[in-house]
């Protein structure tokens, strides 16, 4: 699928910096189908005897691709419309010069919502010339499933003891946890403990001092302290913070400052 878009923002590589514009170059035809990668990886299995088979779990991570071809924009200045070695140098170094997936952020003018994001990797980037002068070249990215993010989301807490608070996880993933960062600066020693009164998951870390800074981040299980701790994973329950999707109600045994730090997820296909 070959998609066109007003700018481009992928590591440190930005389409409108280098007067770049992109194109379909279709021959007018319209491709009204978009593969968004929502066909569920559905799990099942036979108990015993029965010829029907039981629902175990389903995914929706099929790996999406998408091409953009990229070319000189007229406004540019120049008096050719090719591109010189080493600005091509320049280009492949910004879009592949980190190896895994990175942010990239796909913008339209014509779209009212567009903080978009994909978790993407260069997988193919080729040429286009007219005689011996390259005067495009396209750029094909592979995302790591059927899904973008939005904008990394930041909410601050100042938590009274035993007061709740709320926290609201507008993810268009409504079958799992969104799994944030949470930064929490304790006021007093002693036990902290967090209760997401949602579901009932409570977090708790023993042995805290006063002033304290904790960090959780639950998508990769690490947690930190601001203090030089030994063994800090034996004092926490390991019971990471987690957030349902819509409201979450929480409450805190003790008067602290707290960051939560995310991206929900966007079912969109490609703003093109």
């Known amino acids: 699928m070959v998609i066109t878009c007003d700018d481009l923002i992928f590591n ?32 099942s299995v036979f108990v015993g005897e029965n010829v029907h088979s039981t629902y175990t779990s389903q995914k929706y991570d099929e790996a999406n691709e998408f091409t953009v071809k990229f070319a000189r924009n007229d406004c540019s200045g120049r008096a050719n419309d090719y591109f010189t070695e080493n600005e091509l140098r320049q280009f492949n170094r910004l879009l592949t010069g980190k190896p895994g997936y990175s942010w990239l952020k796909l913008v339209n003018n014509q779209v009212m919502e567009t903080d978009f994001y994909y978790r993407a990797m260069v997988s193919r980037i080729e040429y286009e010339r007219l005689g011996t ?37 507008n993810s268009d ?32 870390v023993q042995n805290c001092t006063a002033g ?3 960090t959780f981040d639950s998508q990769k299980n690490l947690l930190t302290s601001s203090k030089l701790r030994r ?26 400052t707290l960051k939560f730090t995310f991206r929900a997820a966007r079912k969109v296909g490609y703003v093109s």
């Not at 379909?24 to 066909?39: A, F, K």
């Not at 019971?239 to 929480?250: F, Q, S, T």
């Open 12 to 43: 440190d590589f930005r389409m409108t910096d280098y007067f770049l514009v992109s194109g379909n170059g279709s021959d007018g035809e319209i491709d009204d189908v978009e593969n968004m990668s929502l066909t569920p990886n559905i799990t």
């Open 133 to 169: 002068h390259v005067v495009g070249f396209d750029v094909t990215f592979l995302t790591d499933g059927g899904r973008a993010y939005s904008e990394e989301q930041t909410i601050y807490i100042s938590a009274k003891a035993n007061t709740p608070f709320y926290v609201f996880n």
């Open 173 to 204: 993933d409504l079958w799992d946890y969104l799994l944030p960062k949470v930064e929490i600066t304790l006021s007093t020693a002693g036990t902290l403990t967090l209760k997401n009164t949602t579901d009932d998951w409570e977090s708790q």
């Open 212 to 214: 304290e800074k904790l």
């Open 231 to 256: 063994f800090i994973l034996n004092d926490f329950n390991l019971r990471w913070i987690r957030l349902k999707p819509g409201k979450n109600e929480y409450m805190c045994n003790q008067n602290a």
